[in-house]
């Protein structure tokens, strides 16, 4: 089993940079791929970015791509995701999840998740 518990949400104005963490439990932590997604009111989960195991390969997602980083420090039992240039369209609960395998994971199908962490973007 796995916990995941995401923080660095809050309310921001566009042009602003958010650096979002997510915690994880558990030793195996470190060995999972692991990934963002985000869902706005009324809409559909959308997936952002994902991370290998070992940090070495990552996916972003078009829509997000230029502006959003993901990155981890598995000493920290931690995954990062690093957003710029933020848009109010931007706003969102992004959550964190995790995978069974250690390989990439672009599909967005993952086993487990964090509850979110709330982003709002002022104009």
């Known amino acids: 089993q796995v916990q995941l518990v995401e923080s660095g949400g809050g309310l921001v104005q566009a042009g602003d940079s958010l650096r979002l963490s997510c915690a994880g439990s558990?030793?195996?932590?470190?060995?999972?791929?692991m990934g963002w997604a985000r869902q706005a009111p009324g809409k559909a989960r959308e997936f952002l970015a994902a991370i290998n195991w070992s940090g070495t390969s990552t996916y972003i997602a078009d829509s997000v791509k230029g502006r959003f980083t993901v990155s981890r420090d598995n000493a920290k039992n931690t995954l990062y995701l690093n957003m710029i240039s933020l848009k109010p369209e931007d706003t969102a609960v992004y959550y964190c999840?995790?995978?069974?395998?250690?390989?990439?994971?672009?599909?967005?199908?993952?086993?487990?998740w964090g509850q979110g962490t709330q982003v709002t973007v002022s104009s």
């Open positions: 558990g030793r195996t932590f470190s060995s999972r791929a």
């Open positions: 999840a995790a995978a069974m395998t250690g390989a990439l994971v672009t599909s967005g199908t993952y086993d487990y």
